[in-house]
C-alpha cells in the first residue's frame, strides 16, 4: 500500500496560485545590491503594501536552537540594515552568543523576496537616543514599562508600569531605557527572488567578496 502523508483536516496540497512578476535579470542588476534593495523597497512603498518594511530575523542561540520573529526595518545605508529592540530579549541574547541573522523581506502583492545573511554589531548610545527621541510618545513609555522584564503574569503589571511612566515624565521628555536600542546587520549574502510563472523563478544572489566587491550570480529556483 503506498504510504499516505499525514492528514491535518486541511487540503493544503490543493492550495496555489501561480506567480506572473517580470524577469530578474544579471544586466538589469546594479554591482551594488543595497540598490536594488533600494529600489524594490521603494516600489513597495509607492505601491502602499502593507508593512512593506516589516522583515523576519532570524537568529541561533550559542548551542544552535533557530527561532524567528517579525520586526520593522528602520533604516539602510551602505553599513547595512538597522532595527531596534530591548537588549533583554530573547534574540538579543542569541545576538550576544552568535552575532549573526537573517532577514527576510516578502512582498505579497509584488510577487518578491529578499533575503538577506549578515553579522550584527550594536548601535552606539547617541544612534539609540536620537531614534528613540523620534518615536510616539506612546512607544516610548511602552518601552520604559517594558524595560527589565521577561517573563510577566499578566497584561495588568504591563499596563500598571505604563500608567506609572506616564505620570513620572509628565511635562519631560521621555529619557532612552537602558536595555533599549538598536542593531545594525552588515550583510555578506542578499538574495533577491522574483516569482515567475511556471514556478520559474528569478533568484539572483550577491555575495560579498574579500575585496569589498559583491559577486552576482543565479540560482535554479
Not at 110 to 129: G, T
Amino acid at each position: 500500500m503506498k504510504p499516505q502523508p499525514p492528514s491535518t483536516g486541511l487540503n493544503l496540497g490543493a492550495e496555489r496560485r501561480d506567480y506572473a512578476g517580470p524577469r530578474l535579470l544579471e544586466a538589469d542588476a546594479p554591482a551594488d545590491p543595497l540598490e536594488l534593495f533600494a529600489a524594490w523597497m521603494q516600489r513597495a512603498l509607492d505601491e502602499q503594501v502593507m508593512d512593506a518594511t516589516a522583515m523576519a530575523v532570524s537568529t541561533c542561540s550559542a548551542s544552535g536552537r533557530p527561532s524567528s520573529r517579525m520586526m520593522l526595518l528602520k533604516g539602510h545605508d551602505p553599513q547595512g540594515f538597522v532595527f531596534f529592540t530591548r537588549y533583554s530579549t530573547h534574540k538579543c541574547q542569541d545576538l550576544l552568543g552568535n552575532p549573526r541573522a537573517a532577514l527576510l523581506f516578502y512582498w505579497r502583492e509584488l510577487v518578491r523576496q529578499v533575503r538577506v545573511e549578515a553579522v550584527l554589531s550594536r548601535l552606539s548610545e547617541a544612534e539609540n537616543r536620537a531614534y528613540f527621541a523620534s518615536r510616539p510618545r506612546e512607544s516610548q513609555l511602552s518601552a520604559r514599562a517594558a524595560s527589565g522584564l521577561v517573563e510577566i503574569a499578566g497584561p495588568e503589571l504591563l499596563e500598571q508600569r505604563y500608567q506609572a511612566e506616564d505620570a513620572r515624565w509628565q511635562g519631560r521628555e521621555v529619557p532612552l531605557p537602558e536595555d533599549w536600542g538598536g542593531f545594525r546587520a552588515r550583510p555578506d549574502r542578499i538574495e533577491f527572488w522574483q516569482g515567475r510563472p511556471g514556478r520559474l523563478h528569478d533568484r539572483l544572489v550577491y555575495d560579498l567578496t574579500a575585496d569589498g566587491s559583491w559577486r552576482l550570480h543565479r540560482l535554479a529556483p
